[in-house]
C-alpha cells in the first residue's frame, strides 16, 4: 500500500449506559519506512476557517496522533500505558490522560485496521471508555469504495 489512501476514522465514547460515536472519512497520504506507519491528513473543523493537519505514527503496540492547527495536540496510546498531554482547543487548554487497554493493528496488502480501546480523563477526572477505529484503504482510480 503506498501513497493516497481513503482515512476512515470513527470513535466511541461509553459514558454511563449512553454511546457518543464520531465519524471523518478523508483522503491522506500514506508511506512506511522500517517498522513505522505513517498516515498524513487535513481536517476541518466546523465553525472554524482553516484546518488541523494530522499525522499518525503507528506499529503494532502503538498509536501516536499529532494534530496542529486549530486544534493542537499530541497523543500517544501504548499498551497498558496511561499517557498525559495537553490538548489545546480554540475554547482553551485540556490536560487529558489516556490510559490505553489495547491497540489492535490488522495489515493486509490494500488496507489496514487499526483498533485503539481506552479509557479518557480530563484534568485528572474519569470521563469514559472509548474505542478508536481506523481503517487505511487504498485509493485506486476508479476502485474506490467507502464500505467492505
Avoid: W
Avoid at 98 to 103: D, G, H, I, Q, S
Amino acid at each position: 500500500m503506498e501513497k493516497e489512501v481513503l482515512v476512515s476514522i470513527s470513535g466511541l465514547q461509553f459514558v454511563n449506559d449512553d454511546k457518543e460515536a464520531v465519524e471523518m472519512i478523508t483522503v491522506g497520504d500514506y508511506y512506511k519506512r522500517g517498522s513505522r506507519h505513517y498516515v498524513m491528513f487535513d481536517e476541518a473543523m466546523e465553525g472554524f476557517s482553516g484546518t488541523t493537519r494530522n499525522m499518525i505514527k503507528f506499529n503494532e503496540h502503538m498509536v501516536d496522533i499529532t494534530k496542529k492547527g486549530i486544534t493542537n495536540v499530541h497523543m500517544v496510546f501504548e499498551e497498558k500505558q496511561k499517557n498525559m498531554t495537553y490538548y489545546d482547543t480554540p475554547f482553551g487548554n485540556l490536560l487529558i490522560g489516556l490510559a490505553t487497554n489495547k491497540v489492535d493493528v490488522k495489515e493486509e496488502e490494500d488496507s489496514i485496521d487499526i483498533s485503539i480501546d481506552y479509557s479518557l480523563d480530563i484534568n485528572y477526572e474519569y470521563v469514559s471508555d472509548c474505542k478508536i477505529s481506523i481503517c487505511l484503504k487504498e485509493k485506486k482510480a476508479g476502485d474506490v469504495s467507502l464500505f467492505s
